[in-house]
């Protein structure tokens, strides 16, 4: 019933520059929160960047400075704009929409199918 279909990512050299996009399709009711979460490898997943339906923003301690989340809620998409990156940014990125079906009142969670972003030389 609701799809999440991400783009972007790849290979990028330190200090480059990449950026991400998932866009929410189908019987969507409204959505709360869009976030981005990494997992590297041997790593845990971990939280990078949310936006929510209003325009607040929040961001792991690691990235700030570098990372930029924006959302264009008409298109129900939500973008991450990553800019001077480590090879420690090297992840599977995935994105996250806190979301509600049409014709529905409870929220759930929805998640990309991942894209992997690799920083190296």
């Known amino acids: 019933q609701v799809q999440l279909v991400e783009s972007g990512g790849g290979p990028v050299q330190p200090g480059g520059s990449v950026r991400l996009s998932c866009a929410a399709s189908g019987s969507i009711g409204g959505i709360n929160v869009m976030s981005w979460y990494r997992q590297a490898p041997g790593k845990e997943r971990e939280l990078v960047a949310s936006i929510t339906r209003g325009g607040s923003v929040t961001y792991t301690d690691s990235v700030k400075g570098r990372f930029t989340i924006s959302s264009d809620n008409a298109k129900n998409t939500v973008y991450l704009q990553m800019n001077s990156l480590k090879p420690e940014d090297t992840a599977v990125y995935s994105c996250?929409?806190?979301?509600?079906?049409?014709?529905?009142?409870?929220?759930?969670?929805?998640w990309g199918q991942g894209t992997q972003v690799t920083v190296s030389s």
């Open positions: 996250n929409f806190v979301l509600r079906l049409r014709f529905t009142s409870m929220y759930d969670n929805y």
